[in-house]
């Protein structure tokens, strides 16, 4: 007789987006806010998101709502920016119970299933509260390069930015080469730009070195549209171009650069 196969136990906690209109808070749970940090708050979930998962359990009367256990203050701001779904870890009624489920969610739930992006941003908002670099790097299970590299990388970064990371227009990777060659005030606009090309990293940080995006930008404001311009066709015509080496590629760009850009720059090699 065969060993019976032995019945999974249920998991005790899943993260997932829930409806912001269907959560209501635990009885009890409410409390209120000091106004000068729920400002703050939803300054920082207008740029960024919010970054750290709340915590719910379903209602029991079948309602479909969620009962908030904890992040009244986050819930409230997406209320108020008008944010449909907000990232909820949903635990069960005999977990919600325990009283280590918080202190379990704070060490563990940077180790929950979650995309790149929102781990990053979640490392760099605990650095930017205060919390020790080597303490950000063992709870999330990085280097302490790596927390130190997108501390410095998403400091400063625009709710433009965030949003085309998040909307998977650029990838970390790009974002880090754009970061380095680029000054904030450009990158919502370089971020547009190259998010709607296919041209690989290491290549667009060779592109920004050749074209000497610093000096570009030093001209001012006023020649914005022409270096985006310059930015858009070069990224055209690399996507047109043979597979090869980084350098021969560049080099075949830099022999089809026109004399003048058009506000629709077509790819063509220069008259001579």
């Not at 829930?18 to 409410?30: Q, W």
């Not at 060779?206 to 006023?222: D, K, P, T």
């Not at 043979?242 to 350098?247: A, L, R, V």
Request: glycine share 6%; aromatic share 4%.
């Amino acid at each position: 007789m065969s060993a019976a196969t032995p019945i999974p136990k249920p998991r005790p906690f899943r993260l997932q987006q829930v409806p912001v209109d269907r959560i209501r808070p635990e009885e009890g749970l409410g409390r209120k806010r000091d106004r000068d940090g729920h400002r703050e708050l939803c300054r920082s979930i207008e740029q960024f998101g919010v970054l750290t998962p709340i915590t719910v359990r379903r209602a029991p009367d079948r309602s479909g709502d969620y009962l908030l256990i904890k992040g009244q203050g986050r819930t409230l701001a997406c209320r108020l920016l008008g944010i449909d779904k907000i990232p909820a870890v949903i635990v069960s009624d005999q977990f919600a119970e325990s009283e280590k489920v918080q202190q379990f969610l704070v060490e563990n739930v940077a180790r929950l299933r979650m995309r790149p992006i929102d781990r990053a941003l979640l490392i760099a908002h605990a650095r930017r509260a205060g919390e020790e670099t080597t303490e950000v790097a063992t709870r999330f299970g990085v280097t302490a390069v790596t927390v130190r590299r997108l501390e410095a990388q998403l400091d400063g970064a625009s709710s433009g930015e965030v949003a085309a990371l998040r909307a998977g227009n650029v990838n970390l990777a790009l974002h880090a080469v754009i970061a380095r060659h680029v000054p904030s005030e450009d990158r919502a606009e370089v971020i547009r730009t190259v998010g709607t090309h296919s041209v690989r990293t290491k290549e667009m940080e060779a592109l920004f070195v050749a074209l000497g995006w610093r000096n570009l930008f030093n001209l001012g404001s006023e020649f914005q549209a022409q270096r985006l311009r310059l930015l858009k066709w070069a990224c055209e015509t690399l996507e047109s171009l043979p597979p090869g080496s980084t350098n021969e590629r560049l080099r075949q760009l830099a022999l089809a650069l026109p004399m003048r850009l058009t506000a629709a720059p077509e790819t063509q090699v220069a008259s001579r």
